[in-house]
């Protein structure tokens, strides 16, 4: 009887979920916004549908951990280890600074002094799953700014657990320096036993594992399901250990292949995240405390943004990576709600500021998300005030006076090392422009002309010259982009050639549209065969004329074929 109930709770809710998803697509938005109002829904406020809260929270946890550890499969340790100092002096300034006004702010409303840090300590936390999946989703996870604040989450995870000790030790009587000192040893070990597992055991079965897709999906489930349980066992969260668990295997060849097995998966157990965090958000109680939320939530979506822009600026980052990695922190955690309860359980704090930090979570995880879609809108709109926050001298972005290419490669990851070769081999001088800093060391120790930044910063295309530019070459996917980059090229240098790459038929039609000498398809022709035509054709725009043409037929009839079927 109860499987039959948790599969009609779980198969009602799924149903529900897939309506309130279909009408957030249909309005244009955010889908997490959609599975938060779902979970709210399907809780006992509206129409009490979820009654096994338990095993939903296990779903929830799987999809935490397996969101994290594909994460970790796409990262790497070098990455972290020179994002370090940002990394730590960032989460130091902005945990230390938001807890700080936090209390101040809570001791206004006449908080006590220990709840008054609770709740500061809440409102410095951010939601790793809401930052890390709308990254992922924008497919930005490579980007500096994305891995700072990857980083800063660790760090506020760590923070989290000792508040958790804090908590325990408070409620107990026991000593929390001991507790603490063990939880470090436990970590310590831990990690090293995983690095010596990773490095000297786990190569050994590379061709065992790549011999069979069922072997290397259980193997990826069981080490990255299994490391979560181990690190929160240890006393860490499953965030760090599915995390760790990923970038422990992110140098294996298979890793890439893990990752893909494992995304449809995460998709359906992060769902139900979202949703089983929007049924623990149980709208009572809430008219009491509406101001003082309202106070909170301008501190986490003012004062915390604030505290990462400065910080960054001093340390000599872009005002660009500096404004995303501070939208991106511009909510709380989900730990913030936990950490409440816990808090209001042992008798720490109040209903009061539990109820105060939940309507602040639910203004926060809106709020966020919408300002995470529309950052690069919001960033062209402040780019000149934001001039405060950065340094006239920027880090990663120290650039001598560029020489003229007459090529110009943008992005290296999807097919740029083939133009590579072709450009080499044509004997002709160019510069790859990537945003990706782990890319461009790549490229640097191959002594290849770099240029790190984003393509759309209007400053690095008066640097790239781009007016002078014979042949631009983008394996960037991202239609905006390659809109915007089309566009320009057609306005400020119509003789360029500008070849681009998506993954639709129709985008491709549009791109044709804004001037684009030739668009790559994936399942048309890829970057091996262009290439080659570029070694034949040069940089007459006249010869891709024919070849545009001959695609411009195929895409009619293929963008036709689409339309019918839909």
Not at 110 to 131: R, W
Not at 245 to 267: C, N, T
Not at 269 to 291: A, N, R, W, Y
Not at 313 to 333: E, N
Request: with cysteine.
């Amino acid at each position: 009887m109860h499987e039959a109930s948790l599969f009609t709770e779980l198969s009602v809710v799924v149903a529900l979920g897939a309506i309130i998803a279909a009408l957030m697509h249909r309005f244009k938005q955010p889908l997490i916004i959609g599975h938060i109002i779902t979970g709210i829904i399907a809780g006992p406020a509206v129409l009490n549908i979820i009654h096994d809260g338990n095993t939903f929270s296990v779903f929830s946890n799987i999809g935490v951990a397996l969101l994290l550890f594909i994460i970790g499969l796409e990262l790497s340790i070098k990455v972290f280890s020179r994002l370090g100092p940002v990394v730590f002096t960032t989460a130091v300034a902005q945990v230390g600074s938001v807890t700080l006004v936090g209390m101040l702010t809570a001791r206004l409303f006449h908080f006590g002094n220990l709840e008054s840090f609770i709740i500061g300590l809440s409102l410095a936390l951010s939601s790793t799953i809401i930052i890390v999946k709308l990254f992922n989703d924008k497919k930005e996870m490579t980007r500096l700014y994305a891995q700072i604040a990857v980083g800063v989450l660790l760090i506020q995870d760590m923070v989290a657990t000792g508040g958790k000790i804090f908590l325990a030790a408070k409620s107990q009587g026991s000593g929390s320096v001991i507790d603490v000192a063990l939880l470090l040893g436990r970590g310590i070990l831990a990690t090293v036993l995983l690095y010596m597992v990773s490095k000297y055991v786990l190569p050994r079965f590379t061709r065992a594992l790549e011999s069979s897709k069922e072997l290397l999906l259980l193997f990826a489930l069981g080490w990255g399901l299994g490391l979560a349980t181990l690190f929160q066992k240890v006393g860490f969260s499953i965030e760090i250990g599915a995390l760790f668990a990923g970038v422990s295997l992110a140098s294996l060849p298979y890793a890439r292949e893990m990752a893909s097995r494992l995304k449809p998966l995460r998709d359906f157990f992060i769902v139900i995240f979202f949703i089983t965090l929007g049924h623990s958000m149980v709208p009572s109680k809430l008219g009491s405390v509406v101001l003082p939320a309202l106070v909170f939530v301008l501190v986490v979506m003012i004062i915390k943004p604030l505290s990462v822009l400065t910080t960054m600026g001093l340390l000599g980052y872009t005002k660009r990576a500096s404004f995303k990695t501070a939208v991106a922190m511009s909510q709380v955690s989900e730990f913030s709600l936990v950490f409440l309860f816990a808090a209001n359980e042992a008798g720490l704090a109040s209903e009061k500021a539990r109820a105060a930090i939940t309507l602040v979570a639910l203004i926060t995880f809106a709020g966020s998300t919408y300002l995470m879609k529309y950052d690069d809108e919001i960033y062209s709109q402040l780019e000149e005030k934001l001039r405060l926050f950065e340094r006239h001298t920027t880090k990663l972005e120290q650039r001598s006076s560029l020489q003229h290419f007459p090529i110009v490669l943008l992005g290296y990851r999807k097919g740029g090392a083939e133009f590579i070769r072709t450009f080499q081999n044509m004997k002709k001088r160019f510069v790859v422009v990537d945003y990706d800093p782990e890319a461009i060391e790549v490229l640097e120790r191959q002594q290849i002309n770099t240029l790190y930044g984003d393509v759309t910063d209007p400053e690095l295309i008066e640097e790239l010259n781009l007016e002078k530019t014979k042949l631009i070459v983008s394996t960037i996917s991202d239609y905006n982009t390659n809109k915007f980059l089309a566009h320009w090229l057609n306005t400020k240098n119509p003789g360029a050639v500008f070849i681009c790459n998506t993954d639709t038929a129709y985008h491709a039609a549009r791109l044709y549209a804004e001037g684009a000498a030739y668009v790559m398809l994936p399942h048309f022709i890829g970057s091996e065969k262009i290439s080659n035509f570029i070694k034949r054709s040069g940089f007459s725009k006249t010869e891709f004329h024919k070849f545009r043409e001959k695609h411009l037929q195929y895409l009619e009839s293929h963008y036709s074929e689409e339309s019918a079927a839909s």
